[in-house]
C-alpha cells in the first residue's frame, strides 16, 4: 500500500514537473531561440565583448526598476480612477481606457501599460456587466501604437535610438506622423462603439509613501535625460542603484532580467554571424532600399515579434528611418507581432476562458485592418 502511495505521488510530482518546465518554455520561448542561436553562432565565430551594448541593457535595466516602482506605488491606477469617475457612458470609458494606455505606453512601455489597465478595464466591466473585449483590443492597439512614439516606450525603440544615434528630434520626426494617424485611427474604430449609458462606483486607490512618489519622479527624470543624452547613462546607473538600496531593495527581483539576458543572446548572435561575408551580402542585399528594409522589418515582426527582428536586421542596413517604421507598424498584424500583444491576452483569456477564440478573430481582424492603412500610408506616402 505505501509503495502505492509512494508511486502515485513520485509520478504527481513528476507530472508537475513537466508541466513547469513545458510552462517555462512557453513563457521564454524568445529567451531561449536567442540564447540558442548565441550559442550556435560562437562554433562559427569567436564572439566579443564589443558585441553587447551595454548602453542599451544600463538604459533598460534603470527604466524597468522606476517603472516597476510606479506599479507598486499604484501612480498609474490612481489617476485612472479618476479620470473613469468622470465618465457616465460606454463610449466616454471607451475612449478612457485606450487613451490612457496609449499615452502610459509612451513612458512606462506597451507592456506595463496593459499590465496596469487591462485588469482595471476587466474590474470596471464586472461592475458595469459590460463586454469588455473590444475595449481590450483597442488598449492593446493603443498601448504598441502608443510606445511607438517614444525612444522609452518599448525595447525595439530604445534599441534603435541607441544603436543608431539618434538624436531626439530626429527621432520625433520619424514617430510623428504614426502619433497621428495612430490618434486618428483609435477615434475612428472608438466613434463606431455603442453610447450606452453607465453608472459606475469607483473606489479610490491609495497610494503609496508621498515621499518615495516624490523621489522616485524625480528619479524617473534622470533616467529620462539620460535616454536623451542630457545626463551621463552610468551615473544615472550609480544613482538609480543606490536610490533602490535606500528605499526598496526587493524592486530588483522584479526587473525582467529575461529580456536583458535576450538582447544579449541576440547582441552575440547579430555579431558573431555579421563577421560572415555570405551572410553579410546576403542581407545587405535584401535590405538594400528603404522599402525593402521597411517591408522585411513588417513581415519579420509578424513571425518572430518585433524586438527580435529589430536585433536581427539592424545590423545589416543603414535605412533607420525604414526600420523603426517597419517594426513599429509590424506591432499590429499577428498575435505575437508584438509580444505585449500576448499580455493583454493572456489576462483577458484567464477571465474569460470562453471568449478565447472569440478574442482571438477580432484581434486578428481589427490589427490586420490598422496593419493594412498604416503600412499602405506609409509605403505610399510617408
Given at each position: 500500500?505505501?509503495?502505492?502511495?509512494?508511486?502515485?505521488?513520485?509520478?504527481?510530482?513528476?507530472?508537475?514537473?513537466?508541466?513547469?518546465?513545458?510552462e517555462?518554455?512557453?513563457?521564454?520561448?524568445?529567451?531561449i531561440?536567442?540564447?540558442s542561436?548565441?550559442?550556435?553562432?560562437?562554433?562559427?565565430?569567436?564572439?566579443?565583448?564589443?558585441?553587447?551594448?551595454?548602453?542599451?541593457?544600463?538604459?533598460?535595466?534603470?527604466?524597468?526598476?522606476?517603472?516597476?516602482?510606479f506599479?507598486?506605488?499604484k501612480?498609474?491606477?490612481?489617476?485612472?480612477?479618476?479620470l473613469?469617475?468622470?465618465?457616465?457612458?460606454?463610449k466616454?470609458?471607451?475612449?478612457a481606457?485606450?487613451?490612457?494606455?496609449?499615452?502610459?505606453?509612451m513612458?512606462?512601455?506597451?507592456?506595463?501599460a496593459?499590465?496596469?489597465?487591462?485588469?482595471?478595464?476587466?474590474?470596471?466591466?464586472?461592475?458595469?456587466?459590460?463586454?469588455?473585449l473590444?475595449?481590450?483590443?483597442f488598449?492593446?492597439?493603443?498601448?504598441?501604437?502608443?510606445?511607438?512614439?517614444?525612444?522609452m516606450?518599448?525595447?525595439?525603440n530604445?534599441f534603435i535610438?541607441?544603436?543608431f544615434?539618434l538624436?531626439?528630434?530626429?527621432?520625433?520626426?520619424?514617430?510623428?506622423?504614426?502619433?497621428?494617424?495612430?490618434?486618428?485611427?483609435?477615434?475612428?474604430?472608438?466613434?463606431?462603439?455603442k453610447k450606452a449609458?453607465?453608472?459606475?462606483?469607483?473606489?479610490?486607490?491609495?497610494?503609496?509613501?508621498?515621499?518615495?512618489?516624490?523621489i522616485?519622479?524625480?528619479?524617473?527624470?534622470?533616467?529620462?535625460?539620460?535616454?536623451?543624452h542630457l545626463?551621463?547613462?552610468?551615473?544615472?546607473?550609480?544613482?538609480?542603484?543606490?536610490t533602490?538600496?535606500?528605499?526598496?531593495?526587493?524592486l530588483?527581483?522584479?526587473?525582467d532580467?529575461?529580456?536583458?539576458?535576450?538582447?544579449?543572446g541576440?547582441?552575440?548572435f547579430?555579431?558573431?554571424?555579421?563577421?560572415?561575408?555570405?551572410?553579410?551580402?546576403f542581407?545587405?542585399?535584401?535590405?538594400?532600399?528603404?522599402?525593402?528594409?521597411?517591408?522585411?522589418?513588417?513581415?519579420?515582426?509578424q513571425?518572430?515579434?518585433n524586438?527580435?527582428?529589430?536585433?536581427?536586421?539592424?545590423?545589416f542596413?543603414?535605412?533607420?528611418?525604414?526600420?523603426?517604421?517597419?517594426?513599429?507598424?509590424?506591432?499590429?498584424g499577428?498575435?505575437?507581432?508584438?509580444?505585449?500583444?500576448?499580455?493583454?491576452?493572456?489576462?483577458?483569456s484567464?477571465?474569460?476562458?470562453?471568449?478565447?477564440?472569440?478574442?482571438?478573430?477580432?484581434f486578428?481582424?481589427?490589427?490586420?485592418?490598422?496593419?493594412?492603412i498604416?503600412?499602405?500610408?506609409?509605403?505610399?506616402?510617408?
Amino acid at each position: 500500500m505505501s509503495e502505492n502511495i509512494y508511486s502515485q505521488r513520485k509520478m504527481r510530482n513528476e507530472s508537475l514537473k513537466k508541466n513547469d518546465f513545458l510552462e517555462f518554455l512557453k513563457k521564454e520561448a524568445v529567451l531561449i531561440i536567442a540564447l540558442s542561436l548565441a550559442v550556435i553562432s560562437c562554433f562559427i565565430a569567436r564572439p566579443k565583448l564589443s558585441y553587447i551594448d551595454f548602453k542599451v541593457l544600463i538604459l533598460l535595466f534603470n527604466l524597468m526598476i522606476v517603472v516597476e516602482a510606479f506599479k507598486e506605488l499604484k501612480i498609474l491606477d490612481s489617476i485612472a480612477i479618476g479620470l473613469l469617475k468622470k465618465c457616465s457612458s460606454y463610449k466616454a470609458i471607451s475612449t478612457a481606457l485606450v487613451f490612457i494606455t496609449f499615452l502610459a505606453a509612451m513612458v512606462v512601455t506597451n507592456d506595463v501599460a496593459l499590465l496596469t489597465f487591462v485588469p482595471l478595464t476587466i474590474v470596471i466591466a464586472r461592475k458595469a456587466n459590460i463586454d469588455v473585449l473590444k475595449i481590450v483590443i483597442f488598449q492593446t492597439l493603443g498601448a504598441n501604437l502608443g510606445s511607438s512614439f517614444t525612444p522609452m516606450g518599448n525595447p525595439q525603440n530604445l534599441f534603435i535610438y541607441s544603436y543608431f544615434k539618434l538624436n531626439p528630434l530626429d527621432f520625433f520626426i520619424i514617430t510623428g506622423p504614426v502619433l497621428l494617424l495612430s490618434v486618428l485611427f483609435l477615434l475612428f474604430l472608438i466613434s463606431r462603439d455603442k453610447k450606452a449609458n453607465l453608472s459606475i462606483e469607483l473606489e479610490d486607490v491609495k497610494v503609496g509613501n508621498k515621499n518615495h512618489i516624490c523621489i522616485f519622479s524625480a528619479l524617473f527624470l534622470i533616467i529620462l535625460l539620460s535616454v536623451f543624452h542630457l545626463v551621463d547613462y552610468k551615473l544615472t546607473l550609480i544613482i538609480t542603484i543606490v536610490t533602490m538600496l535606500f528605499l526598496n531593495k526587493s524592486l530588483f527581483s522584479k526587473v525582467d532580467f529575461s529580456l536583458l539576458l535576450t538582447f544579449i543572446g541576440f547582441f552575440i548572435f547579430v555579431g558573431n554571424i555579421s563577421t560572415l561575408d555570405s551572410v553579410k551580402l546576403f542581407m545587405e542585399n535584401i535590405l538594400g532600399s528603404g522599402k525593402s528594409t521597411f517591408i522585411a522589418s513588417l513581415l519579420s515582426s509578424q513571425v518572430i515579434s518585433n524586438v527580435p527582428a529589430t536585433m536581427l536586421l539592424s545590423g545589416f542596413t543603414t535605412h533607420v528611418k525604414e526600420l523603426l517604421l517597419g517594426v513599429n507598424i509590424g506591432g499590429m498584424g499577428t498575435l505575437i507581432a508584438s509580444l505585449a500583444s500576448v499580455i493583454s491576452y493572456k489576462i483577458y483569456s484567464s477571465e474569460f476562458e470562453v471568449d478565447n477564440n472569440r478574442y482571438l478573430k477580432m484581434f486578428t481582424y481589427y490589427n490586420l485592418v490598422g496593419l493594412l492603412i498604416m503600412t499602405t500610408i506609409v509605403y505610399f506616402i510617408l
